[in-house]
């Protein structure tokens, strides 16, 4: 072991060099790529890790200390996404979201535009859940994709989102707007 | 007739040679005695000091010369060959990718002359903090070994080296509420230089360049490194 250990410094250093650079994020994170590769979505995994993927999206989660500590399954995360491609404009969606989100009784903490990395815009809501079980922010964007279709990302969390972090993770989203 | 004349100037000639040797002779012999004139080829034995004088009285092989001539105080003032030890500042900017990654960390190095003086083998420890631009600071901890070659006499009191360095390490940081860890490895080269101020007390300074791999991605480095040591 102790004549292993210089070769693999060695070897290290040797892929170090092959490596792409970190001064892009994205080159440090996983992907998700959407099934018909219209939307990628980039998570730091970990914390980030893949809870489901669904027919037109996909679930992420930051496991909280109780799935982690205490080994329980399920529950809130501290964080959670879910993205969803789906039919729409994200203007006419977010109308919709914010008309949904009133009659639920949830709080409108906060309604602006978010720029992609690419420059693509897309409207967004922050809100508080004061209703449920446990204490949830959600802050749900809407982007455009092609084909008139719309790709749904909402994070859900026990403290508020609208944090630097959350707010790189969705810029850094990259969506195919091509008409 | 003109044999006579040459003869008597050939014995003249002798004789006004024979005079300026001699002349030159007792010339050099004045000089010698008067210290002028020597030409040096190796230094002049310090002149012993206290107890060491009266050590050395009536001691021929003790008067400050080994068998090569080279003097043997002289072997006192080089640098121990180690190990030697250095206490470090250093600066790196371990980019973030969101324009943040500066780190600033303490350490202690511990490098060894030797075998050969011009051969430098060593290792060192830092610990410190990494500034990330969307949430709290990171834990950096780094080890590296070194090995190198340096110039100990060419310009003394400084003594340039320039090293390979190989990097392992991890990086503790706060992401999206929890605490992540990731390690990394890496090489690159060292140009540095220790100024010799007394004895085996230096001060140094270092720049460097490494490429450290993390989490797939690999990072460009320039190390400052600042230190003191014995």
Request: glycine share 14%; charged share 25%.
């Given at each position: 072991m102790r004549r292993a250990s210089p070769l693999v410094l060695f070897a290290l250093a040797c892929l170090a060099a092959c490596a792409p650079s970190g001064d892009d994020p994205r080159n440090r994170m996983t992907t998700w790529v959407s099934p018909g590769g219209e939307a990628t979505i980039f998570y730091l995994a970990p914390p980030w890790e893949l809870e489901r993927t669904l027919d037109n999206g996909v679930a992420l989660r930051v496991p909280s200390n109780a799935n982690l500590a205490g080994g329980l399954e399920g529950g809130p995360g501290k964080f959670e996404l879910v993205?969803?491609?789906?039919?729409?404009?994200?203007?006419?969606?977010?109308?919709?979201?914010?008309?949904?989100?009133?009659?639920?009784?949830?709080?409108?903490?906060?309604?602006?535009?978010?720029?992609?990395?690419?420059?693509?815009?897309?409207?967004?809501?922050?809100?508080?859940?004061?209703?449920?079980?446990?204490?949830?922010?959600?802050?749900?964007?809407?982007?455009?994709?092609?084909?008139?279709?719309?790709?749904?990302?909402?994070?859900?969390?026990?403290?508020?989102?609208?944090t630097p972090e959350v707010t790189e993770m969705l810029r850094l989203i990259e969506v195919d707007v091509a008409p | 007739m003109t044999r006579a004349l040459a003869s008597l100037a050939l014995t003249l000639c002798l004789a006004l040679a024979g005079a300026g040797a001699a002349a030159a002779q007792d010339a050099e012999d004045a000089e010698d005695a008067l210290g002028l004139g020597q030409r040096l080829d190796r230094p002049l034995p310090r002149a012993p000091r206290g107890e060491e004088a009266n050590a050395d009285d009536g001691d021929e092989a003790d008067d400050g010369e080994d068998v090569d001539g080279e003097?043997?105080?002289?072997?006192?003032?080089?640098?121990?060959?180690?190990?030697?030890?250095?206490?470090?500042?250093?600066?790196?900017?371990?980019?973030?990718?969101?324009?943040?990654?500066?780190?600033?960390?303490?350490?202690?190095?511990?490098?060894?002359?030797?075998?050969?003086?011009?051969?430098?083998?060593?290792?060192?420890?830092?610990?410190?903090?990494?500034?990330?631009?969307?949430?709290?600071?990171?834990?950096?901890?780094?080890?590296?070994?070194?090995?190198?070659?340096?110039?100990?006499?060419?310009?003394?009191?400084?003594?340039?080296?320039?090293?390979?360095?190989?990097?392992?390490?991890?990086?503790?940081?706060?992401?999206?509420?929890?605490?992540?860890?990731?390690?990394?490895?890496?090489?690159?080269?060292?140009?540095?230089?220790?100024?010799?101020?007394?004895?085996?007390?230096?001060?140094?300074?270092?720049?460097?360049?490494?490429?450290?791999?993390m989490d797939g991605a690999g990072y460009d480095l320039f190390l400052v490194r600042l230190g003191a040591g014995l």
């Open positions: 993205a969803l491609v789906e039919a729409g404009n994200p203007n006419t969606r977010i109308v919709a979201e914010r008309a949904a989100a009133l009659v639920a009784g949830r709080e409108i903490l906060d309604e602006r535009e978010l720029f992609t990395a690419e420059e693509v815009a897309g409207p967004e809501l922050v809100l508080f859940d004061p209703g449920a079980e446990f204490r949830r922010f959600r802050r749900v964007l809407y982007l455009p994709l092609s084909g008139g279709r719309a790709l749904r990302v909402e994070v859900i969390a026990t403290t508020t989102p609208d | 003097d043997v105080d002289g072997e006192a003032e080089r640098p121990w060959p180690g190990p030697q030890v250095q206490l470090l500042y250093g600066y790196t900017k371990l980019a973030d990718g969101f324009g943040g990654g500066d780190a600033h960390t303490g350490g202690v190095s511990v490098f060894l002359q030797w075998p050969l003086e011009e051969l430098r083998t060593g290792v060192s420890a830092e610990i410190g903090s990494r500034d990330y631009s969307l949430g709290g600071d990171d834990l950096l901890v780094r080890g590296a070994l070194e090995v190198g070659v340096q110039l100990p006499r060419i310009i003394d009191p400084l003594v340039p080296h320039l090293s390979v360095l190989l990097s392992v390490g991890g990086l503790v940081g706060q992401r999206f509420e929890s605490t992540v860890a990731h390690a990394f490895a890496g090489g690159g080269l060292e140009l540095g230089a220790e100024l010799r101020l007394l004895r085996n007390f230096h001060l140094a300074a270092s720049f460097g360049y490494q490429r450290w791999e």
